[in-house]
């Protein structure tokens, strides 16, 4: 057996919150059970919305919380060639496609909800001829690039995963993925060359993760995780599923809602064992 690693990785797209405060503390706990590594990672791929500023408040307020880590961390900006070179891998499979519209048009074709709720492509772009597709690109067109996810099951057949936890008295299950319900999901993106699906399964399999900590509303996504290590011919790392920290009216905590920042919440005198004891560890 590999030594456990996990990581904790926010994006430094705002300051921490409590829900962030229990996802790393979840982490570090595990970690600790496992006799195993805790690692940091950035995932600040988002130019538009990722500031330099919020990456060093992360490991400031990390830091206070008590946690520590080894160096360097792992910055996604940096690792563009590595998304480049996993998408090329799937390309060179035949699993992806240019596509071309826009979020409106997304919406207005789509064939349902996914998972979290979002428009379901319709698969307008998939019919376009090979022809049709490089004359717009050549034209300059943006493109993001999706996977034909039925034809990716087709190659790996029926895919399953270990979920552990998410305490330590539960036994270990074995889940079905159904990746089928995202459709063919973004594996470009339009301003970057990976999405957020690309990038966390070519990270988690560079930093050797052994066990993935993240929250419940990541679950459903898992399932297209484990079908991209698949093609990719990566390891796949047992999930741990947590549960959310929730505001007063039953909701995410969200940095876009503006929920009490960690620093916010030092400022009024909160003390890093108050914050723990809040999440409950
Ligand atoms: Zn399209």
Same mark, same amino acid.
């Given at each position: 057996?590999?030594?456990?690693?996990?990581?904790?990785a926010?994006?430094?797209?705002?300051h921490?919150?409590?829900?962030?405060?229990?996802?790393?503390?979840? &982490?570090?706990?595990? !970690?600790?059970? /496992?006799?195993?590594?805790?690692?940091?990672?950035?995932?600040?791929?988002?130019? !538009?919305?990722?500031?330099p500023e919020?990456?060093?408040?992360?490991?400031?307020?990390?830091?206070?919380?008590?946690?520590?880590?080894?160096?360097?961390?792992?910055?996604?900006?940096?690792?563009?060639?590595?998304?480049?070179? +996993?998408?090329?891998?799937?390309?060179?499979?035949?699993?992806?496609?240019p596509?071309?519209?826009?979020?409106?048009?997304?919406?207005?074709?789509?064939?349902g909800?996914?998972?979290?709720?979002?428009?379901?492509?319709?698969?307008?772009?998939?019919?376009? &001829?090979?022809?049709?597709?490089?004359?717009?690109?050549?034209?300059?067109?943006?493109?993001?690039?999706?996977?034909r996810t039925?034809? !990716? /099951? +087709?190659? &790996?057949?029926p895919?399953?995963?270990?979920? !552990?936890?998410?305490?330590?008295?539960?036994?270990?299950? *074995?889940?079905?993925?159904?990746?089928?319900r995202?459709?063919?999901v973004v *594996?470009?993106?339009?301003?970057v060359?990976?999405?957020y699906?690309?990038?966390?399964?070519?990270?988690?399999?560079?930093?050797? *993760?052994?066990?993935?900590?993240?929250g419940?509303?990541?679950?459903?996504?898992?399932?297209?995780?484990? =079908?991209?290590?698949?093609?990719?011919?990566?390891g796949?790392?047992?999930?741990?599923?947590?549960?959310?920290?929730?505001?007063?009216?039953?909701?995410? =905590?969200?940095?876009s809602?503006?929920?009490? &920042?960690l620093?916010?919440?030092?400022e009024?005198?909160?003390?890093?064992?108050?914050?723990?004891?809040?999440?409950?560890?």
């Amino acid at each position: 057996m590999p030594s456990p690693i996990l990581r904790f990785a926010p994006s430094p797209n705002g300051h921490l919150h409590l829900g962030h405060a229990y996802s790393a503390l979840f &982490t570090d706990f595990w !970690a600790q059970r /496992l006799g195993g590594t805790f690692l940091l990672r950035l995932e600040d791929i988002d130019p !538009a919305r990722c500031r330099p500023e919020f990456a060093d408040a992360i490991y400031e307020d990390l830091h206070w919380l008590g946690l520590g880590w080894p160096e360097p961390v792992m910055v996604q900006s940096e690792r563009i060639p590595a998304y480049l070179a +996993a998408a090329d891998r799937l390309r060179a499979l035949g699993l992806l496609y240019p596509c071309f519209c826009s979020r409106s048009e997304v919406a207005e074709q789509a064939i349902g909800t996914d998972p979290d709720g979002a428009p379901l492509y319709g698969g307008t772009c998939r019919h376009l &001829t090979e022809r049709e597709a490089t004359d717009r690109l050549a034209h300059g067109e943006a493109a993001q690039y999706r996977l034909r996810t039925d034809a !990716a /099951l +087709a190659l &790996t057949g029926p895919i399953s995963f270990t979920v !552990a936890g998410p305490t330590p008295l539960d036994r270990p299950q *074995i889940r079905y993925a159904r990746p089928e319900r995202w459709g063919d999901v973004v *594996i470009q993106r339009k301003d970057v060359p990976a999405s957020y699906h690309l990038s966390v399964v070519v990270d988690d399999a560079a930093q050797e *993760i052994t066990h993935v900590t993240r929250g419940v509303d990541m679950e459903a996504a898992t399932d297209i995780h484990v =079908l991209l290590q698949m093609l990719l011919g990566l390891g796949q790392p047992i999930y741990t599923f947590h549960k959310l920290i929730l505001d007063a009216d039953g909701k995410k =905590l969200s940095k876009s809602k503006g929920s009490r &920042t960690l620093r916010s919440l030092r400022e009024s005198g909160w003390t890093a064992e108050r914050v723990r004891t809040e999440v409950g560890f």
